[in-house]
């Protein structure tokens, strides 16, 4: 059970876009097309951005979209709002009743 | 609405037991598999255990297998985690979640356990 691997920070001008790698194998992210995105504000708890891959949940901004490649998934920001700054995390189902999370992205707005 | 309540955090000497709880309300709970993520205190998120709906499926983290147990009660709308032989490395904020699809779209708030004499 490694962590996904994900790059410590990304960064971005208001409007701009940005994409936020992560990387597992064929065992969790390149298995399954279960991979989940997550946003997290200091001190608050993980909200669920992206489920499924690409499905966003109700209420969340359609400008965040998730896609995946075999064994890396991603998570793009478009049009980058001051309040997107966060951590990130992704997760993807490994099989068995198992999850694994990625190590997180801080996302800064310029 | 959906809400869930952490409790039983706190301090404790290394190698003792401490049970965390959280109190479900808003949805079916009795319908839904449930898990347990962790958050050391400025690090990252680290999924520690699923129950399914009947309580007949678990499964844990290879770092916790072993030592920690995930239970529920579906007539209280409880989930429960039990944590035995704790570890310094076991200090954490954690957090019962409720999934959607296979994402968690409910987390709680969080009960920080410190392991330390």
């Known amino acids: 059970q490694s962590a996904l691997t994900q790059p410590p920070s990304a960064s971005g001008s208001p409007g701009q876009s940005v994409t936020i790698s992560c990387t597992g194998t064929?065992?969790?992210?390149?298995?399954?097309?279960?991979v989940s995105w997550y946003q997290q504000h200091p001190g608050k708890a993980p909200q669920l951005m992206i489920y499924?891959?690409?499905q966003r949940p109700s209420g969340v901004p359609d400008r965040f979209s998730g896609s995946k490649s075999g064994n890396t998934a991603s998570l793009t920001v478009s049009g980058l709002q001051a309040e997107d700054e966060a951590d990130y995390y992704c997760?993807?189902?490994?099989?068995?009743?198992?999850?694994?999370f990625g190590g997180g992205t801080k996302l800064t707005v310029l | 609405q959906v809400q869930l309540v952490e409790s039983g955090g706190g301090v404790v000497q290394p190698g003792r037991s401490l049970t965390v709880s959280c109190a479900a309300s808003g949805f079916t709970f009795s319908t839904f598999g449930m898990q347990w993520v962790r958050q050391v205190p400025g690090k990252g998120l680290q999924w520690v255990a699923f129950?399914?709906?009947?309580?007949?499926?678990?499964n844990y983290a290879d770092s916790v297998k072993g030592r920690f147990t995930i239970s529920r009660d579906n007539s209280k709308n409880t989930l429960k985690l039990q944590m035995n032989s704790l570890r310094a490395e076991d200090t954490a904020v954690y957090y019962c979640?409720?999934?959607?699809?296979?994402?968690?779209?409910?987390w709680g708030q969080g009960t920080l356990v410190t392991v330390s004499s």
């Open positions: 129950i399914s709906y009947d309580g007949r499926d678990k």
């Open positions: 997760s993807s189902y490994a099989g068995s009743y198992l999850w694994v």
């Open positions: 064929s065992s969790d992210v390149g298995g399954y097309n279960y």
């Open positions: 499924e891959v690409t």
């Open positions: 979640a409720k999934p959607y699809s296979y994402g968690l779209d409910y």
